[in-house]
């Protein structure tokens, strides 16, 4: 799950600059491609196993939501906006409980 907040995180921050530039925003499957070539170097092995190792992760454990909602838009079967839905209304609920 640590792997995927990271993910989430650089690409929210990649959605920003494309949008400030004017650009489409990177497809997730780039941005893991890229997020894990940062990580890794130009180790394609070792880039190939952990996107396998994390997609069965997400296989695996897709009783947990936040796993779930990830594997889901990495199959194409939910749109990446739905993951910005759900943040802004946790983090809307998280200010209110706040105040």
């Known amino acids: ?46 880039i190939a196993e952990w996107g396998y190792n994390l997609m069965e992760g997400c296989r695996r454990y897709a009783e947990d939501a936040d796993i779930e909602l990830f594997k889901l838009v990495v ?4 749109g990446e906006e739905v993951v910005q839905d759900q943040f802004q209304v946790v983090s809307g609920l998280q200010d209110r409980l706040k105040k």
Request: charged share 25%; hydrophobic share 35%; no cysteine.
């Open 75 to 78: 199959s194409d079967e939910v």
């Open 1 to 46: 799950e640590q792997l995927i907040r990271a993910i989430w995180s650089t690409k929210h921050e990649e959605n920003e600059i494309a949008a400030r530039r004017g650009n489409p925003p990177p497809s997730l499957h780039d941005h893991i491609f890229q997020h894990l070539r940062v990580r890794f170097g130009n180790f394609s092995q070792i």
